[in-house]
């Protein structure tokens, strides 16, 4: 072997380099282009965030809300439910709607946003905080208050040190600041120990008390196995299995949204259980085809 112009690699031309440890300035870079992405788009479906209907859960997530009243929804299938990538400092995981912790609408908080349009930018309006008006973002650590839910620069609230909303003048507790997107690891084992405490005091999120539905699903499942029992001895098996697999009608969704006084919230909700009822024709439709 040799003379014929080629070369024998060595033992260390062969074996790969060990893989480079990533720079601090690239591991900002990588976090700040996490934040970004946290701060416009909804974790669970990947749309863009409405910020004039955004909600946050105890960890300072931001949401749609119409995504979490899809979640809130019972689903039919399997195909109902949303796995999307979650972000949390700079590593990527899968989550769904379930591994949120959300079970009801007292589990988030609805913030509230403040308009402004900076001199020089020709009517081009940004999200800012009401006090100092810095453009809110992933360049500006940002909170929001429980249960009131607007929004500041997280600076601004520690200089006015004061227990009183700036904006509608509601009480709160200080350790019912909760920062938007918190990537350090001390706001999140606070808010941990914040939401645990909450827990043992029986209150959710918003403050408000956790549903006790012990007795109250007890009560509904002995109502409804009273009515199929009657249903059995009057119609049959047959026709339990038919009324069990019927979509909801209108009269059902308009009773369901007879309790919500909140119009966002009442056309959110006809709009999902809308569509949750097509779903169900169609795969009525294709159960009866095979």
């Not at 609805?110 to 800012?128: D, I």
Request: glycine share 8%; with cysteine; aromatic share 4%.
């Amino acid at each position: 072997m040799g003379n014929d112009g080629g070369s024998i690699p060595t033992r260390r031309e062969l074996v790969k380099s060990a893989a480079r440890t990533p720079t601090v300035s690239e591991l900002k870079a990588t976090a700040l282009e996490n934040l970004t992405h946290a701060w416009s788009h909804d974790p669970l479906t990947l749309e863009d965030l409405d910020m004039e209907n955004v909600v946050s859960d105890w960890r300072g997530r931001l949401y749609n809300y119409e995504s979490v009243l899809r979640g809130l929804m019972p689903s039919g299938g399997d195909d109902d439910a949303t796995v999307a990538p979650e972000l949390v400092n700079g590593e990527s995981s899968e989550l769904t709607f379930a591994s949120t912790g959300i079970k009801s609408l007292r589990d988030v908080v609805k913030l509230k946003f403040r308009r402004y349009a900076p001199p020089g930018t020709k009517g081009r309006e940004v999200w800012a905080c009401p006090i100092s008006l810095k453009e809110l973002g992933p360049a500006t650590r940002a909170v929001y208050l429980v249960p009131c839910g607007h929004v500041f620069a997280e600076a601004a609230i520690k200089q006015i040190q004061e227990k009183i909303c700036p904006e509608c003048n509601e009480g709160f507790n200080p350790r019912d600041v909760i920062p938007v997107l918190p990537t350090q690891e001390a706001d999140l084992a606070s808010l941990t120990a914040r939401i645990s405490n909450l827990r043992a005091e029986g209150l959710t999120h918003s403050l408000k008390k956790e549903k006790k539905s012990g007795k109250k699903k007890r009560k509904v499942e002995e109502t409804k196995g009273d009515e199929a029992v009657q249903s059995g001895e009057s119609k049959g098996a047959g026709q339990d299995n038919e009324r069990k697999t019927k979509a909801p009608s209108k009269p059902d969704i308009s009773s369901r949204m007879s309790g919500i006084n909140n119009a966002m919230a009442a056309s959110l909700t006809a709009k999902v259980l809308a569509e949750q009822e097509e779903r169900n024709k169609r795969r009525k439709l294709a159960a009866s085809a095979n």
